[in-house]
């Protein structure tokens, strides 16, 4: 593939601490560097960031006609038809321009470095269509049970593999670290079932749920066979999955000329580890987001980018490199140990707050501001509604503290309240 042979003279690999381009692998030696040359940066900046494979809606009349229709993706995925995928299908068509737009322009930036990744990892890149509807391509997303970044991990699944999650620096918000988990999960899930829809699945409720759910159906090998016994959310997953892939490649909302047509070019580039991230974006220009690129970096303090590399747009690294000392000595900050035990930046809904002691189906606390802090375990049956009058608060509140963005909640869910001391 053109786009990745061109694309791995820029993008890190399965690695973070890899530096490719002809970035400094010493800073401090000179900046007498071979830059990549400028009409390289063209070429790779008019690569479209998506090739839909139709550019108008692709009619079928039945499943065969369906699958046909997603055999040209070319993808050792099977997009098969399923009446679930047709209602997600109706659904995601719903959306309205703006969706569509806020997509298209996250396409542009992340789906190179994600085929990029996943192709390094032996993975088909149709796989990148996750990360859409896991996060709609934001790695700031956080879910109401602390699943955060483009890939959404939760805490536990994230330190299981080796992320770092806490402050100064949560890996999950990383485009490159949180992109090679994931591709690190895929083929994991892919050794146990050999199954590419199974181990989509896998990622929406982990692979014990769906080796349950196969031994419930009876030892069933087809996926949509073991559908009806996985959890509900999951039920949904993969038919969400599947309907993304045909909308963005076979519909008038999978064409976005402003967008598509071109690539992002982001260099991975060496930093001094006493850079202050807010300060070099400063140096070089508000205007190049480089604290957006690199949202893992709580602190904004670089020393704990991976291997001193932080992602910059190509003409922002470049200017990097050219004026390196310089811009060494204004981004300077002032050094503070960071403790060796790190601190959660914020709580996660999914597990009890430090100090709450859970009796029964709920947990209370006191602080010295004279509130308390409850925190509910939703049972059968209870809505938010019932919650707020049950406990005088509103449901507007409740949705605050809890960041929920709409008023459905699950049985199990843990929701923390906030009620004055009487």
Not at 41 to 60: C, F, K, M, T
Request: aromatic share 10%.
């Amino acid at each position: 593939m053109i786009r990745t042979f061109l694309l791995s003279v820029l993008i890190l690999g399965s690695s973070a601490s890899t530096l490719l381009a002809q970035a400094p692998v010493n800073p401090e030696a000179g900046n007498d560097i071979t830059r990549i040359d400028s009409l390289t940066q063209i070429l790779l900046g008019n690569i479209p960031s998506h090739s839909p494979v139709g550019h108008d809606e692709a009619r079928y009349r039945n499943g065969r006609e369906f699958e046909a229709l997603m055999s040209q993706i070319g993808s050792t995925i099977p997009f098969e038809y399923h009446r679930m995928v047709e209602q997600h299908i109706r659904y995601y068509m719903g959306y309205g321009e703006g969706y569509f737009n806020q997509i298209h322009e996250r396409m542009k930036l992340y789906f190179p470095i994600f085929e990029e990744i996943l192709d390094k990892n032996g993975l088909p890149t149709e796989l990148k269509y996750i990360s859409v509807i896991e996060s709609n391509l934001n790695p700031s997303a956080v879910s109401w049970c602390g699943a955060t970044g483009l890939w959404q991990f939760m805490p536990y699944t994230g330190k299981l593999m080796g992320m770092r999650i806490g402050y100064p620096c949560d890996d999950r918000k990383s485009i490159v670290e949180s992109t090679q988990k994931a591709c690190e999960y895929f083929a994991n899930s892919q050794s146990i079932f050999n199954n590419w829809l199974m181990s989509i699945a896998s990622y929406n409720c982990g692979p014990g749920n769906v080796q349950k759910a196969i031994r419930r159906s009876g030892g069933k090998t087809n996926f949509w066979e073991v559908l009806p016994f996985l959890p509900k959310e999951t039920q949904n997953y993969v038919p969400k999955f599947i309907a993304v892939a045909y909308v963005l490649n076979f519909t008038e909302k999978g064409k976005n000329a402003l967008h598509n047509d071109q690539s992002i070019v982001l260099a991975p580039t060496k930093i001094d580890s006493t850079m202050h991230l807010g300060k070099i974006n400063e140096y070089l220009g508000t205007h190049h987001n480089l604290v957006g690129l690199n949202q893992e970096l709580l602190n904004q303090n670089t020393d704990m980018a991976h291997g001193s590399v932080i992602l910059m747009p190509y003409n922002a690294s470049m200017q990097f490199i050219d004026r390196f000392d310089s811009a060494a000595a204004y981004a300077k900050y002032n050094h503070q140990v960071v403790p060796n035990n790190y601190r959660a930046p914020y709580a996660y809904p999914k597990s009890v707050p430090r100090g709450v002691q859970v009796a029964g189906a709920t947990g209370v606390t006191s602080s010295k501001s004279g509130t308390m802090r409850v925190v509910v375990v939703v049972k059968r049956g209870q809505t938010l509604s019932a919650i707020a009058k049950t406990h005088g608060v509103t449901v507007t509140q409740i949705k605050t503290w809890n960041h929920l963005r709409s008023n459905s909640i699950q049985v199990g869910q843990r929701l923390v309240i906030q009620k004055n001391r009487r």
